[in-house]
């Protein structure tokens, strides 16, 4: 598979994953479970559509 399609779908794959990823190892150095809670949002809002190709379900 090549061209911008292949391209596109590498670019968000890989998006997602380097949100998740901090997203973790940040929420991992806060100490209180409500910090923690802040660093849920981008994973769930960011890191999730993109590396999901962006369905909607």
Do not use: I, K
Request: glycine share 10%.
């Amino acid at each position: 598979m090549s061209g911008p399609a292949h391209v596109a779908a590498v670019v968000c794959e890989t998006a997602g994953t380097v949100v998740v990823v901090a997203s973790a190892l940040a929420a991992l150095a806060m100490r209180h479970v409500y910090n923690r809670l802040h660093f849920l949002t981008p994973a769930t809002s960011l890191g999730a559509p993109p590396d999901r190709g962006g369905a909607g379900a």
